[in-house]
Protein backbone atom coordinates (compact mmCIF):
# COMPACT_ATOMS: atom_id res chain seq x y z
CA UNK A 1 0.00 0.00 0.00
CA UNK A 2 1.31 3.12 -1.08
CA UNK A 3 0.99 6.56 1.14
CA UNK A 4 -0.65 8.19 -2.14
CA UNK A 5 -3.26 5.23 -2.34
CA UNK A 6 -4.61 6.93 1.29
CA UNK A 7 -5.91 10.03 -0.31
CA UNK A 8 -2.35 11.68 0.53
CA UNK A 9 -1.43 15.01 -1.71
CA UNK A 10 1.56 14.98 -3.49
CA UNK A 11 3.60 17.72 -1.61
CA UNK A 12 2.79 15.19 1.45
CA UNK A 13 3.91 11.86 -0.23
CA UNK A 14 6.95 13.38 -1.53
CA UNK A 15 7.83 14.77 2.00
CA UNK A 16 7.51 10.82 3.24
CA UNK A 17 9.53 9.82 0.16
CA UNK A 18 12.51 12.49 1.48
CA UNK A 19 12.04 10.97 5.18
CA UNK A 20 12.64 7.07 3.59
CA UNK A 21 9.19 6.17 4.46
CA UNK A 22 7.88 3.33 2.11
CA UNK A 23 4.76 2.63 3.31
CA UNK A 24 2.62 3.26 5.87
CA UNK A 25 2.35 1.54 9.40
CA UNK A 26 -0.81 0.07 10.46
CA UNK A 27 -1.91 2.50 12.66
CA UNK A 28 -1.60 4.87 9.76
CA UNK A 29 -3.16 2.82 6.75
CA UNK A 30 -5.84 2.77 9.43
CA UNK A 31 -6.12 6.52 10.95
CA UNK A 32 -5.12 8.52 7.75
CA UNK A 33 -8.30 8.12 5.54
CA UNK A 34 -10.43 8.23 8.52
CA UNK A 35 -8.67 11.67 10.02
CA UNK A 36 -9.03 12.93 6.08
CA UNK A 37 -12.70 12.01 5.84
CA UNK A 38 -13.45 13.87 9.29
CA UNK A 39 -14.11 11.03 11.13
CA UNK A 40 -13.10 10.95 14.86
CA UNK A 41 -11.21 8.61 15.95
CA UNK A 42 -10.47 5.96 19.23
CA UNK A 43 -6.21 4.26 18.16
CA UNK A 44 -5.24 1.60 20.89
CA UNK A 45 -1.36 2.40 19.26
CA UNK A 46 1.73 2.44 21.67
CA UNK A 47 4.68 4.42 20.85
CA UNK A 48 6.84 3.26 17.73
CA UNK A 49 4.15 2.07 15.75
CA UNK A 50 3.93 5.12 14.08
CA UNK A 51 1.09 6.79 15.54
CA UNK A 52 2.09 10.13 15.18
CA UNK A 53 2.10 10.47 11.82
CA UNK A 54 -1.14 8.73 11.84
CA UNK A 55 -2.63 11.30 12.95
CA UNK A 56 -0.36 14.70 12.00
CA UNK A 57 -0.38 13.75 8.27
CA UNK A 58 -4.15 13.77 7.90
CA UNK A 59 -4.17 17.17 10.18
CA UNK A 60 -1.59 18.60 8.10
CA UNK A 61 -3.61 18.30 4.86
CA UNK A 62 -6.71 19.30 6.08
CA UNK A 63 -5.31 22.14 7.68
CA UNK A 64 -3.44 22.91 4.07
CA UNK A 65 -6.59 22.44 2.42
CA UNK A 66 -9.43 23.80 4.09
CA UNK A 67 -10.81 26.50 5.94
CA UNK A 68 -9.65 30.14 6.88
CA UNK A 69 -6.41 30.62 8.27
CA UNK A 70 -5.58 31.37 11.70
CA UNK A 71 -6.62 34.56 13.17
CA UNK A 72 -4.17 36.41 15.85
CA UNK A 73 -3.97 34.94 19.43
CA UNK A 74 -5.66 31.91 17.88
CA UNK A 75 -5.23 27.84 17.03
CA UNK A 76 -6.49 25.75 14.36
CA UNK A 77 -6.08 22.69 15.42
CA UNK A 78 -4.45 21.48 19.29
CA UNK A 79 -2.42 18.33 19.89
CA UNK A 80 -1.94 17.87 23.42
CA UNK A 81 0.25 15.47 24.95
CA UNK A 82 1.63 14.66 28.69
CA UNK A 83 5.29 15.91 28.63
CA UNK A 84 7.65 18.79 27.54
CA UNK A 85 9.42 15.65 25.91
CA UNK A 86 6.64 14.12 23.83
CA UNK A 87 5.66 17.82 23.52
CA UNK A 88 9.23 18.37 21.82
CA UNK A 89 9.34 15.58 20.29
CA UNK A 90 5.33 15.53 18.18
CA UNK A 91 6.27 18.97 17.13
CA UNK A 92 9.64 18.18 15.39
CA UNK A 93 7.38 15.36 13.67
CA UNK A 94 4.53 17.90 12.59
CA UNK A 95 7.55 20.14 11.63
CA UNK A 96 9.01 17.37 9.42
CA UNK A 97 5.90 15.91 7.58
CA UNK A 98 4.66 19.92 7.10
CA UNK A 99 7.53 20.87 5.25
CA UNK A 100 6.20 22.96 2.40
CA UNK A 101 2.97 23.16 3.69
CA UNK A 102 2.34 27.31 4.28
CA UNK A 103 1.27 26.34 7.67
CA UNK A 104 2.14 27.97 11.10
CA UNK A 105 3.39 25.26 13.91
CA UNK A 106 4.16 25.86 17.87
CA UNK A 107 4.63 24.03 20.64
CA UNK A 108 4.78 25.11 24.18
CA UNK A 109 5.19 23.57 28.00
CA UNK A 110 5.78 24.47 31.26
CA UNK A 111 8.46 25.25 33.12
CA UNK A 112 10.18 27.70 30.38
CA UNK A 113 9.24 31.76 30.29
CA UNK A 114 5.50 31.77 29.12
CA UNK A 115 6.74 35.45 27.07
CA UNK A 116 7.94 33.85 24.09
CA UNK A 117 5.36 31.58 23.78
CA UNK A 118 2.48 34.65 23.72
CA UNK A 119 4.42 36.77 21.17
CA UNK A 120 4.71 33.30 18.49
CA UNK A 121 0.57 33.23 19.04
CA UNK A 122 0.17 37.02 18.08
CA UNK A 123 0.79 35.91 14.66
CA UNK A 124 -1.87 33.12 14.74
CA UNK A 125 -1.24 29.11 14.41
CA UNK A 126 -2.28 26.40 12.31
CA UNK A 127 -1.20 23.52 14.68
CA UNK A 128 -0.15 24.16 18.70
CA UNK A 129 1.29 21.41 20.42
CA UNK A 130 1.41 21.93 23.97
CA UNK A 131 0.80 20.27 27.30
CA UNK A 132 -2.41 20.89 29.26
CA UNK A 133 -1.24 23.25 32.01
CA UNK A 134 0.69 25.65 29.90
CA UNK A 135 -1.98 26.03 27.27
CA UNK A 136 -4.66 26.59 29.90
CA UNK A 137 -2.07 29.54 31.45
CA UNK A 138 -1.92 31.05 27.76
CA UNK A 139 -5.87 30.63 27.34
CA UNK A 140 -6.35 32.88 30.69
CA UNK A 141 -3.76 35.43 29.73
CA UNK A 142 -5.28 35.83 26.24
CA UNK A 143 -2.74 34.55 24.04
CA UNK A 144 -4.50 32.09 22.78
CA UNK A 145 -8.29 31.84 21.68
CA UNK A 146 -10.35 28.20 20.78
CA UNK A 147 -12.63 29.48 18.38
CA UNK A 148 -11.22 28.64 15.26
CA UNK A 149 -10.16 24.89 16.45
CA UNK A 150 -11.22 22.14 13.82
CA UNK A 151 -9.60 19.38 15.42
CA UNK A 152 -8.26 18.18 18.90
CA UNK A 153 -5.80 15.45 18.94
CA UNK A 154 -4.99 13.91 22.51
CA UNK A 155 -2.11 11.82 22.35
CA UNK A 156 -0.80 9.57 24.96
CA UNK A 157 -4.52 10.26 26.81
CA UNK A 158 -3.73 7.29 29.34
CA UNK A 159 -0.35 9.03 30.28
CA UNK A 160 -2.22 12.26 30.57
CA UNK A 161 -4.64 10.86 33.33
CA UNK A 162 -1.66 9.54 35.02
CA UNK A 163 -0.40 12.63 35.70
CA UNK A 164 -3.30 14.11 37.22
CA UNK A 165 -4.16 16.08 33.79
CA UNK A 166 -7.55 15.31 34.10
CA UNK A 167 -9.10 18.47 35.65
CA UNK A 168 -7.07 20.59 33.11
CA UNK A 169 -8.59 18.75 30.29
CA UNK A 170 -11.74 18.91 31.35
CA UNK A 171 -11.25 22.77 31.44
CA UNK A 172 -10.02 22.95 27.94
CA UNK A 173 -12.77 21.04 26.50
CA UNK A 174 -15.75 23.50 28.15
CA UNK A 175 -13.55 26.30 26.05
CA UNK A 176 -13.49 24.43 23.23
CA UNK A 177 -16.03 24.75 19.96
CA UNK A 178 -18.77 21.85 19.88
CA UNK A 179 -18.21 21.19 16.66
CA UNK A 180 -14.90 20.10 16.32
CA UNK A 181 -12.97 16.77 15.17
CA UNK A 182 -11.53 14.54 17.89
CA UNK A 183 -8.78 12.11 17.61
CA UNK A 184 -7.69 9.94 20.87
CA UNK A 185 -4.66 8.20 21.03
CA UNK A 186 -4.07 6.10 24.10
CA UNK A 187 -1.67 2.62 24.60
CA UNK A 188 -3.82 1.38 26.86
CA UNK A 189 -7.27 1.36 27.46
CA UNK A 190 -8.61 1.66 31.05
CA UNK A 191 -11.90 2.26 32.02
CA UNK A 192 -11.15 6.18 33.02
CA UNK A 193 -10.20 6.54 29.20
CA UNK A 194 -13.14 4.60 27.81
CA UNK A 195 -15.01 7.25 30.00
CA UNK A 196 -13.43 10.11 28.79
CA UNK A 197 -13.56 8.79 25.22
CA UNK A 198 -17.55 8.52 25.80
CA UNK A 199 -18.20 12.09 26.80
CA UNK A 200 -15.80 13.96 23.94
CA UNK A 201 -15.71 11.35 20.54
CA UNK A 202 -18.69 10.95 18.17
CA UNK A 203 -19.00 8.26 16.24
CA UNK A 204 -15.65 7.55 15.84
CA UNK A 205 -13.61 5.27 14.23
CA UNK A 206 -12.15 2.39 16.48
CA UNK A 207 -8.73 1.14 15.47
CA UNK A 208 -6.37 -0.91 17.30
CA UNK A 209 -3.07 -1.61 15.73
CA UNK A 210 -1.38 -4.14 18.13
CA UNK A 211 -2.84 -5.83 20.42
CA UNK A 212 -3.84 -4.21 23.83
CA UNK A 213 -1.58 -3.76 26.67
CA UNK A 214 1.07 -5.51 25.10
CA UNK A 215 4.98 -4.74 24.25
CA UNK A 216 6.33 -4.47 21.10
CA UNK A 217 6.74 -8.35 20.03
CA UNK A 218 10.12 -7.76 18.31
CA UNK A 219 12.07 -6.93 22.05
CA UNK A 220 13.14 -9.77 24.12
CA UNK A 221 12.70 -9.23 27.56
CA UNK A 222 13.62 -11.19 30.66
CA UNK A 223 14.48 -9.84 34.31
CA UNK A 224 17.30 -10.46 36.50
CA UNK A 225 16.31 -11.11 40.29
CA UNK A 226 18.57 -9.38 42.33
CA UNK A 227 18.89 -7.85 45.98
CA UNK A 228 17.98 -4.00 45.97
CA UNK A 229 21.07 -2.66 46.91
CA UNK A 230 22.90 -4.39 44.66
CA UNK A 231 20.93 -2.99 41.24
CA UNK A 232 23.83 0.12 40.31
CA UNK A 233 26.62 -2.47 40.83
CA UNK A 234 24.65 -4.79 38.36
CA UNK A 235 23.48 -2.53 36.43
CA UNK A 236 27.40 -1.67 35.66
CA UNK A 237 28.23 -5.52 35.44
CA UNK A 238 25.47 -6.03 32.54
CA UNK A 239 26.50 -3.34 30.85
CA UNK A 240 30.23 -4.25 30.62
CA UNK A 241 29.07 -8.20 30.19
CA UNK A 242 26.63 -7.21 27.26
CA UNK A 243 29.05 -4.60 25.64
CA UNK A 244 25.88 -2.74 25.07
CA UNK A 245 26.49 0.50 23.07
CA UNK A 246 23.83 2.86 23.99
CA UNK A 247 21.73 1.87 27.23
CA UNK A 248 18.35 4.11 28.38
CA UNK A 249 18.14 3.18 32.34
CA UNK A 250 14.89 3.88 34.05
CA UNK A 251 15.12 4.66 37.94
CA UNK A 252 12.28 5.06 40.71
CA UNK A 253 13.62 8.31 42.08
CA UNK A 254 15.30 11.53 41.03
CA UNK A 255 17.78 10.44 43.78
CA UNK A 256 18.66 7.49 42.43
CA UNK A 257 19.21 8.57 38.98
CA UNK A 258 21.67 11.32 40.32
CA UNK A 259 23.44 8.09 42.47
CA UNK A 260 23.83 6.05 39.14
CA UNK A 261 25.37 9.13 37.20
CA UNK A 262 27.48 9.36 39.70
CA UNK A 263 28.93 5.80 39.83
CA UNK A 264 29.11 5.60 35.89
CA UNK A 265 31.45 8.93 35.96
CA UNK A 266 33.62 7.32 38.49
CA UNK A 267 33.63 4.45 36.18
CA UNK A 268 34.46 6.47 33.01
CA UNK A 269 31.04 5.87 31.73
CA UNK A 270 29.44 8.73 29.47
CA UNK A 271 26.31 9.31 30.94
CA UNK A 272 23.73 11.55 31.69
CA UNK A 273 20.36 11.81 33.43
CA UNK A 274 16.78 13.34 32.60
CA UNK A 275 14.43 13.89 35.32
CA UNK A 276 11.42 16.26 36.35
CA UNK A 277 13.91 18.29 38.75
CA UNK A 278 16.51 19.53 35.90
CA UNK A 279 15.31 22.62 33.94
CA UNK A 280 13.94 21.63 30.37
CA UNK A 281 17.30 22.89 28.44
CA UNK A 282 19.09 20.42 30.40
CA UNK A 283 17.01 17.90 29.53
CA UNK A 284 16.88 18.66 25.94
CA UNK A 285 20.71 18.68 25.59
CA UNK A 286 20.73 15.16 27.80
CA UNK A 287 18.38 13.52 24.82
CA UNK A 288 20.42 15.42 22.10
CA UNK A 289 23.80 14.10 23.78
CA UNK A 290 22.21 10.67 24.05
CA UNK A 291 20.58 10.77 20.30
CA UNK A 292 23.50 11.74 19.09
CA UNK A 293 25.43 9.11 20.38
CA UNK A 294 28.14 11.42 22.86
CA UNK A 295 26.39 9.78 26.00
CA UNK A 296 26.51 6.03 26.58
CA UNK A 297 24.26 5.57 29.41
CA UNK A 298 20.52 7.81 29.81
CA UNK A 299 19.07 7.71 33.20
CA UNK A 300 15.72 8.67 33.59
CA UNK A 301 12.96 8.74 36.07
CA UNK A 302 9.22 8.10 33.88
CA UNK A 303 9.11 11.63 32.95
CA UNK A 304 11.44 10.35 29.71
CA UNK A 305 9.26 7.05 29.45
CA UNK A 306 7.25 8.50 26.76
CA UNK A 307 8.09 10.50 23.60
CA UNK A 308 11.99 10.03 23.52
CA UNK A 309 12.21 8.70 19.60
CA UNK A 310 15.27 7.53 19.49
CA UNK A 311 16.40 5.62 16.50
CA UNK A 312 17.67 1.94 16.84
CA UNK A 313 17.89 1.80 20.82
CA UNK A 314 19.09 -1.52 21.12
CA UNK A 315 18.61 -1.74 25.47
CA UNK A 316 16.45 -0.80 27.86
CA UNK A 317 17.12 -1.84 31.02
CA UNK A 318 14.49 -0.82 34.35
CA UNK A 319 16.93 -0.67 37.05
CA UNK A 320 13.59 -0.04 39.08
CA UNK A 321 10.71 -1.42 38.12
CA UNK A 322 7.24 1.53 37.44
CA UNK A 323 5.09 1.66 39.91
CA UNK A 324 2.35 1.59 37.32
CA UNK A 325 2.32 -1.21 35.21
CA UNK A 326 1.40 0.54 32.13
CA UNK A 327 4.89 2.33 32.76
CA UNK A 328 6.51 -0.74 31.62
CA UNK A 329 4.75 -1.25 28.13
CA UNK A 330 5.97 2.32 27.51
CA UNK A 331 9.49 2.09 28.70
CA UNK A 332 10.11 -0.82 26.75
CA UNK A 333 8.30 1.04 23.72
CA UNK A 334 11.63 2.97 23.32
CA UNK A 335 13.20 -0.11 21.96
CA UNK A 336 12.03 -2.42 18.85
CA UNK A 337 11.04 0.93 17.41
CA UNK A 338 9.40 0.37 13.84
CA UNK A 339 10.37 -3.22 13.80
CA UNK A 340 13.85 -3.03 14.86
CA UNK A 341 14.49 -5.54 17.66
CA UNK A 342 15.90 -4.74 21.18
CA UNK A 343 16.14 -5.69 24.78
CA UNK A 344 14.33 -5.03 28.10
CA UNK A 345 15.72 -6.16 30.98
CA UNK A 346 14.60 -5.40 34.63
CA UNK A 347 16.73 -5.90 37.66
CA UNK A 348 14.17 -7.10 40.11
CA UNK A 349 14.18 -6.85 43.89
CA UNK A 350 11.91 -9.12 46.40
CA UNK A 351 9.66 -5.47 47.47
CA UNK A 352 8.94 -5.15 43.73
CA UNK A 353 7.38 -8.57 43.42
CA UNK A 354 3.62 -6.93 43.48
CA UNK A 355 4.80 -4.72 40.57
CA UNK A 356 6.30 -7.42 38.60
CA UNK A 357 2.93 -9.32 38.92
CA UNK A 358 1.00 -6.40 37.88
CA UNK A 359 3.02 -5.99 34.57
CA UNK A 360 2.88 -9.83 33.71
CA UNK A 361 -1.14 -9.49 33.77
CA UNK A 362 -0.95 -6.89 31.90
CA UNK A 363 1.21 -7.61 29.01
CA UNK A 364 -0.33 -11.59 29.38
CA UNK A 365 3.20 -12.73 29.53
CA UNK A 366 5.35 -14.40 32.12
CA UNK A 367 8.87 -12.43 32.04
CA UNK A 368 11.66 -15.02 31.69
CA UNK A 369 14.28 -14.59 34.84
CA UNK A 370 17.76 -15.38 34.55
CA UNK A 371 19.74 -15.11 37.48
CA UNK A 372 22.93 -13.59 37.23
CA UNK A 373 25.62 -15.38 38.35
CA UNK A 374 27.66 -13.84 41.67
CA UNK A 375 24.48 -11.65 41.81
CA UNK A 376 21.81 -14.55 43.40
CA UNK A 377 19.93 -12.77 45.87
CA UNK A 378 19.72 -13.27 49.33
CA UNK A 379 16.30 -11.63 49.27
CA UNK A 380 14.05 -14.57 46.58
CA UNK A 381 12.03 -12.93 44.66
CA UNK A 382 8.58 -15.32 44.66
CA UNK A 383 7.87 -16.45 41.19
CA UNK A 384 5.24 -14.84 39.15
CA UNK A 385 3.34 -15.38 36.51
CA UNK A 386 0.60 -13.95 34.06
CA UNK A 387 -3.03 -14.69 35.74
CA UNK A 388 -1.38 -12.35 38.88
CA UNK A 389 -0.18 -15.41 40.79
CA UNK A 390 2.48 -15.40 43.43
CA UNK A 391 3.91 -18.42 44.21
CA UNK A 392 5.05 -18.44 48.01
CA UNK A 393 7.44 -21.58 48.15
CA UNK A 394 7.18 -23.20 51.36
CA UNK A 395 10.20 -22.15 53.81
CA UNK A 396 12.88 -24.66 53.76
CA UNK A 397 13.10 -26.86 56.71
CA UNK A 398 16.00 -26.17 58.88
CA UNK A 399 19.06 -28.36 58.35
CA UNK A 400 19.16 -30.59 61.41
CA UNK A 401 22.54 -30.30 62.63
CA UNK A 402 24.86 -33.29 63.32
CA UNK A 403 24.33 -36.50 63.88
CA UNK A 404 20.38 -36.04 63.73
CA UNK A 405 21.45 -35.43 59.90
CA UNK A 406 23.31 -38.41 58.97
CA UNK A 407 20.37 -40.70 60.72
CA UNK A 408 17.80 -39.02 58.42
CA UNK A 409 20.47 -39.61 55.09
CA UNK A 410 20.33 -43.12 56.33
CA UNK A 411 16.71 -43.53 56.53
CA UNK A 412 16.17 -42.00 52.93
CA UNK A 413 18.68 -44.00 51.06
CA UNK A 414 17.20 -47.52 52.91
CA UNK A 415 13.58 -46.59 50.91
P1 LIG B 1 5.84 7.05 16.52
O1 LIG B 1 5.13 5.79 16.90
O2 LIG B 1 4.95 8.02 15.86
O3 LIG B 1 6.60 7.62 17.68
O4 LIG B 1 6.93 6.66 15.38
C1 LIG B 1 7.94 5.74 15.61
C2 LIG B 1 9.09 5.83 14.61
O5 LIG B 1 8.72 5.26 13.36
C3 LIG B 1 9.58 7.22 14.28
O6 LIG B 1 10.99 7.18 14.28
C4 LIG B 1 9.06 7.54 12.91
O7 LIG B 1 9.92 8.40 12.24
C5 LIG B 1 9.05 6.15 12.27
N1 LIG B 1 8.00 5.97 11.26
C6 LIG B 1 6.72 6.34 11.37
N2 LIG B 1 6.02 5.97 10.28
C7 LIG B 1 6.89 5.32 9.47
C8 LIG B 1 6.77 4.68 8.18
N3 LIG B 1 5.62 4.62 7.54
N4 LIG B 1 7.88 4.13 7.66
C9 LIG B 1 9.06 4.17 8.33
N5 LIG B 1 9.24 4.74 9.54
C10 LIG B 1 8.16 5.32 10.10
Redesign the pocket.
Known amino acids: MSFASLGLIDQITRTLAS ?7 AV ?1 SQAIPAVLAGRDVMAAAQ ?7 GFALPLLQRLAMEGAQAASNSARSLILVPTRELAEQVHE ?1 VKAYGAGLPLRTMVAYGGVSINPQMMRLRKGVDVLVATPGRLLDLQRQNAVRFNQVQTLVLDEADRMLDLGFSRDIDKLLALLPKQRQTLLFSATFSDPIRALAGKLLHDPVSIEATPRNTTVRAIRQWIVPVDKKRKPELFLHLLKRHGWGQVLAFVKTRKGVDQLVELLASKRIDADSIHGDKPQPARLRALARFKAGEVKVLVATDVAARGL ?1 I ?1 ELPVVVNVDLPIVAEDYVHRTGRTG ?2 GASGEAVSLVCADEVQQLAAIEVLTGQTLQRKDEPGFEPEHRVPQTNASGQVVKKPKKPKKPKGEARVVQEDVRFRK
Request: glycine letters at 10%; charged letters at 20%; a neutral charge.
Open positions: LQYVSPTQTGTGKTASDERA
